[in-house]
């Protein structure tokens, strides 16, 4: 998969208009009658925080590994996201077969990831990362926009958080960047919009996570981003 990507916060109640604005140029995807997925994931990172610190520093290449479990249908993946200078996001990955979906990576799959990420062998479990998915596709623009609600962070000691109340995460998934898409037309149309609200954020649910989860981390270090999450909060209040 290669593509681009752009992320943005909306409060909940965006959510309507937005769904009935793109109604006719996008199909809802819909699985067994069902349109909200839950999407369990469990993230890696070295004990210096690789992956974190080259997403926040806009490093040319940066990586995020995970393994992904699609609850509705029981589906787990093992998956790298690497993007590179040209902010082009790849993704490679391979089923798991485990029977539990967040064991332990086999020798197969340490591999996998060896022959792709340079510090493979540094990786293990950081983070839990929950939440619902609804997904609307354009076919014709090679285009999809997901709406990501209720997320939740579960440290690996089992510290539960949840930073984006009232908040919805957009992504819009694009093979080639494309400003005239229906989604920027109904962001701009919102009065509502802010500095953070209805806008592109350069910071991933990741990011996010680790931020609001992790005391270790200094907040000096991370103040920039922090501060996106900060005023996006802050702003749904006001609406």
């Not at 979906?101 to 799959?109: C, I, Q, V």
């Not at 989604?183 to 919102?190: A, G, P």
Request: overall charge positive.
């Amino acid at each position: 998969m290669d593509r681009r990507e752009e992320k943005f916060l909306i409060p909940n109640n965006w959510c309507d208009p937005l769904a009935k604005s793109l109604d006719k140029d996008y199909k809802v995807l819909e699985i067994n009658g069902n349109r909200q997925f839950e999407y369990s994931n469990l993230y890696f990172d070295t004990p210096e925080n690789i992956c974190l610190n080259d997403h926040i520093r806009e490093r040319k290449n940066k990586y995020k590994v995970r393994i992904r479990l699609y609850v509705n249908s029981n589906i787990c993946f093992l998956e790298i996201k690497k993007k590179n200078v040209h902010g082009r996001t790849m993704k490679m990955r391979i089923q798991r077969t485990s029977e539990k979906w967040d064991s332990p990576l086999t020798d197969f799959e340490k591999r996998f990831l060896s022959e792709r990420v340079p510090f493979a062998s540094e990786l293990s479990p950081v983070l839990y990362i929950s939440y619902s998915r609804f997904t609307l596709a354009q076919l014709n623009r090679c285009e999809r926009i997901t709406l990501d609600t209720n997320l939740t962070y579960t440290t690996i000691q089992g510290e539960i958080s949840k930073p984006l109340h009232g908040l919805v995460v957009v992504e819009l998934k694009q093979a080639e960047t494309n400003r005239r898409s229906p989604l920027f037309v109904f962001l701009r149309s919102m009065p509502e919009r802010t500095t953070q609200l209805g806008r592109i954020i350069k910071i991933s649910k990741y990011v996010l996570g680790r931020l609001s989860s992790d005391d270790s981390l200094s907040p000096r270090t991370y103040l920039s981003k922090l501060k996106v999450l900060r005023r996006a909060t802050k702003a749904i209040k006001t609406i």
